[in-house]
């Protein structure tokens, strides 16, 4: 599929939700209703977002060691560089951002960078599959929506079982796959090679019973403080509920809503999924309008002044990274 047609596809699935979410709100409500959100918890969520952030750059420091040095690479500040790419540019644009970030350290490869993010991928959906099942057990919903659910922890299950038998036959995978590679011609093998040999070695690194306790705790912080945010969120608005379930449940299905493709900031998605959660627990759709827009406006400005700083501290501007990104990853297209 085009570049341009993934756009117009990301637009209209949003333009859809967003249309979900609003055709029948009621704008003076809701206007009202944000007018009255408590500063204080707002900045909580501002703080908690910080701290979810840099929980994500220490669990992705963790798998990057697995293949390289990152003494002197800025991890941290690349999350937060890729997560404003996500957030401001289409295409989620942001996850060949930090990557390209790291790599320019000249410590790891771009593509052996870009086969770690999908390794920090697989931790977010087992997180996702772990709270799905506290969800389950939680929280009252729908027959369709348990369905899903039970849909969701499924997919987990059978990603952690492919990703134990990977770990499991890494060095197997290589020996084979190294010759069918060799007779690629030599740029492209070159590529390949590199982002294979990032992905088998970052999954071999976890056999290291250390490193992949690491890496699951900082994966359990990350979601935990997720769900804080989404109930400090209820907090700053009086949204009557129980806070804990609430935030798993939000956690849970905002994270499925927002891997659909959409427009930058994951905007209409967003508000879609936080709306299905909070009708679970009977919030009124004032209510729950003005929360999908305070949760995701809190992080979306948090994220960018994060990104917008680390960009100022490396002397980069963010088109050019963005551009160069771009063709880094067409150039390691043939590794996926």
């Given at each position: 599929?085009?570049?341009?047609?993934?756009l117009?596809?990301?637009?209209?699935?949003?333009?859809?939700?967003?249309?979900?979410?609003f055709?029948?709100?009621?704008?003076?409500?809701?206007?009202?209703?944000?007018?009255?959100?408590?500063?204080?918890?707002?900045?909580?969520?501002?703080?908690?977002?910080?701290?979810?952030?840099?929980?994500?750059?220490?669990?992705?420091?963790?798998?990057?060691?697995?293949?390289?040095?990152?003494?002197?690479?800025?991890?941290?500040?690349?999350?937060?560089?890729?997560f404003?790419?996500?957030?401001?540019?289409?295409?989620?644009?942001?996850?060949?951002?930090?990557?390209?970030?790291?790599?320019?350290?000249?410590?790891?490869?771009?593509?052996?960078?870009?086969?770690?993010?999908?390794?920090?991928?697989?931790?977010?959906?087992?997180?996702?599959?772990?709270?799905?099942?506290?969800t389950?057990?939680?929280?009252?919903?729908?027959?369709?929506?348990?369905?899903?659910?039970?849909?969701?922890?499924?997919?987990?299950?059978?990603?952690?079982?492919?990703?134990?038998?990977?770990?499991?036959?890494?060095e197997?995978?290589?020996?084979?796959?190294?010759?069918?590679?060799?007779?690629?011609?030599?740029?492209?093998?070159?590529?390949?090679?590199?982002?294979?040999?990032?992905?088998?070695?970052?999954?071999?690194?976890?056999?290291?019973?250390?490193?992949?306790a690491?890496?699951?705790?900082?994966?359990?912080?990350?979601?935990?403080?997720?769900?804080?945010?989404?109930?400090?969120?209820?907090?700053?608005?009086?949204?009557?509920?129980?806070?804990?379930?609430?935030?798993?449940?939000?956690?849970?299905?905002?994270?499925?809503?927002?891997?659909?493709?959409?427009?930058?900031?994951?905007?209409?998605?967003?508000?879609?999924?936080?709306?299905?959660?909070?009708?679970?627990?009977?919030v009124?759709?004032?209510?729950?309008d003005?929360?999908?827009?305070?949760?995701?406006?809190?992080?979306?400005?948090?994220?960018?002044?994060?990104?917008?700083?680390c960009?100022?501290?490396?002397?980069?501007?963010?088109?050019?990274?963005?551009?160069?990104?771009?063709?880094?990853?067409?150039?390691?297209?043939?590794a996926?």
């Amino acid at each position: 599929m085009s570049r341009a047609l993934q756009l117009l596809v990301s637009l209209a699935i949003s333009a859809g939700a967003l249309w979900y979410c609003f055709h029948d709100s009621d704008l003076h409500g809701l206007a009202v209703t944000l007018s009255h959100a408590r500063w204080t918890w707002i900045a909580a969520m501002a703080g908690i977002t910080v701290v979810t952030m840099v929980l994500r750059g220490l669990r992705w420091r963790v798998l990057l060691g697995t293949v390289g040095p990152v003494d002197q690479t800025p991890v941290i500040a690349a999350t937060c560089i890729g997560f404003m790419g996500n957030m401001v540019l289409p295409l989620r644009a942001g996850e060949a951002i930090r990557p390209f970030v790291v790599a320019r350290s000249g410590q790891i490869s771009m593509p052996a960078a870009l086969a770690t993010v999908a390794i920090d991928r697989l931790f977010d959906m087992v997180m996702l599959g772990f709270f799905a099942s506290l969800t389950l057990l939680l929280v009252p919903i729908p027959e369709n929506l348990r369905a899903a659910a039970r849909g969701v922890v499924v997919l987990v299950l059978v990603a952690i079982v492919a990703l134990v038998v990977i770990i499991r036959l890494s060095e197997w995978i290589e020996a084979r796959a190294t010759p069918l590679v060799e007779r690629l011609p030599a740029v492209v093998a070159r590529v390949v090679h590199q982002g294979m040999i990032g992905f088998l070695h970052g999954v071999r690194g976890l056999r290291d019973v250390r490193t992949l306790a690491t890496a699951l705790v900082y994966s359990a912080a990350i979601w935990i403080t997720v769900a804080a945010m989404f109930a400090t969120g209820a907090l700053a608005l009086d949204i009557a509920a129980p806070l804990v379930r609430l935030g798993f449940a939000t956690t849970v299905i905002v994270a499925v809503a927002v891997s659909a493709p959409s427009a930058p900031g994951f905007l209409g998605v967003y508000q879609a999924g936080s709306e299905v959660a909070l009708r679970l627990f009977g919030v009124a759709k004032t209510a729950s309008d003005a929360f999908g827009i305070l949760t995701w406006a809190v992080q979306m400005v948090v994220i960018v002044a994060l990104g917008m700083w680390c960009l100022a501290r490396l002397n980069l501007s963010l088109g050019d990274v963005a551009a160069q990104a771009e063709e880094a990853e067409e150039r390691a297209e043939p590794a996926a």
